[in-house]
T-cell receptor, first 115, second 111 residues
């Protein structure tokens, strides 16, 4: 398995509180992604990073921010959590982007519940 | 905008049966089409990746095909086993590994 660690694995929080999820990789891959998985919607891209301090928005970025100060860490922050952000969050990494044979490797996910 | 659909949403088969999972996509300008497996409570494991210039890929009992002109991909599983029970997801890659996922097919293989 690719060296990807997500923390925490489970979190319960209250509406309006800030939450930060962490993705840590040991593969030295340049590209990192945050997805959320919801019943009826599948996996959807939140934000991604193409290098240290280089990030961009995905399909469902509203209410989320990200930071990448080191190659190995990609943080996802919910500034003020809402119940609609209850979901399973997955981090993914890849070595390249735009290459037709490049695969994504996923972490084990973080189950977040916002009450 | 790419849309990916998987039918059926759930499938139950007896052990030993050959089966086909379907994936359709709306935008044929894809870099590749990837198939993933997801076990309950776990992340996604990449099974097969078919590049835009390829027609199929094989790994063990798995064979995936890609027909860009019709916007379809299939995952063929030969001689299914109970250990194959999982959710199978396909995803189209149109740019920079920003994948568009289908909703998945939940497969149950009964002993």
């Amino acid at each position: 398995d690719a060296g990807i660690t997500q923390s925490p694995r489970h979190k319960v929080t209250e509406t309006g509180t800030p939450v930060t999820l962490r993705c840590h990789q040991t593969e030295n891959h340049r590209y990192m992604y945050w997805y959320r998985q919801d019943p009826g919607h599948g996996l959807r891209l939140i934000h991604y990073s193409y290098g240290v301090k280089d990030t961009d928005k995905g399909e469902v970025s509203d209410g989320y921010s990200v930071s990448r100060s080191k190659t190995e860490d990609f943080l996802l922050t919910l500034e003020s959590a809402t119940s609609s952000q209850t979901s399973v969050y997955f981090c993914a990494i890849s070595d390249r982007a735009g290459a037709t044979n490049e695969k994504l490797f996923f972490g084990s996910g973080t189950q977040l519940s916002v009450l | 905008k790419q849309e990916v659909t998987q039918i059926p949403a759930a499938l139950s088969v007896p052990e030993g049966e050959n089966l086909v999972l379907n994936c359709s996509f709306t935008d044929s300008a894809i870099y590749n089409l990837q198939w993933f497996r997801q076990d309950p409570g776990k992340g996604l494991t990449s099974l097969l990746l078919i590049q835009s210039s390829q027609r199929e890929q094989t790994s063990g009992r798995l064979n995936a095909s890609l027909d860009k002109s019709s916007g379809r991909s299939t995952l063929y599983i030969a001689a299914s086993q109970p250990g194959d029970s999982a959710t199978y997801l396909c995803a189209g890659n149109n740019a920079g590994n920003m994948l568009t996922f289908g909703g998945g097919t939940r497969l149950m293989v009964k002993p």
